[in-house]
């Protein structure tokens, strides 16, 4: 996967389209922002091979993007599964070796927050981008956490998992690489 990028149309004329990078040790950041005219050629090359988050007004344009809510949803139901999954460790020891400290996960934001970009026409698809780059700060964090765990290791893997399962972008529309 080469990324997310998180695509607005405010404007008719405009289309904005923000970069979150997911790269090498799951590290997420904002990588880029743009604003271009809508007919732009370039617009096709930076969405190419990427997941699209789409605002309703893309939507329209670009197809319904992947649904951020969804992956906080995931990155939540994913932290209950771990939290289980502790919890079934723990009851399975010796009562006189139960005093492991349970992972003390991160806050999940459910929610976006309002972001005010310095084009005012960009700040929705930065209030949005913001959102997945946060969620896979959080989402990082917590596989951090599980690696270092070795009984929870066996929930998802000696690897470090870019996207939480449960969270799918299939049939999310994106231009061929």
Partial sequence: MRGIVVVDQPVEGRVVGWHVN????LESTMA??????SDDDRIARL?????LVTTAKAAARFGVGADVAGL???IVAETS??????????????SSKRSLVSPRWPRIPTRPTAEVAGDPL????????RWV???????DRIEKERLARPYLVARGGETARPLPPGWTTAGVPALAA
Avoid: K, M, Q, Y
């Avoid at 880029?32 to 005219?37: F, K, M, N, Q, S």
């Avoid at 780059?133 to 989402?139: E, I, K, Q, R, Y």
């Fill in 22 to 25: 997911v790269g090498e040790g």
């Fill in 32 to 37: 880029g922002a743009w604003v271009l005219a």
């Fill in 47 to 51: 969405l190419s091979g990427r997941i």
């Fill in 72 to 74: 906080a949803f995931a």
């Fill in 81 to 94: 599964a771990l939290d289980g999954a502790f919890a079934a460790h723990v009851a399975a020891l010796p």
């Fill in 122 to 129: 960009a700040s929705n698809a930065l209030t949005l981008a």
């Fill in 133 to 139: 780059a946060d969620l896979l700060t959080v989402w």
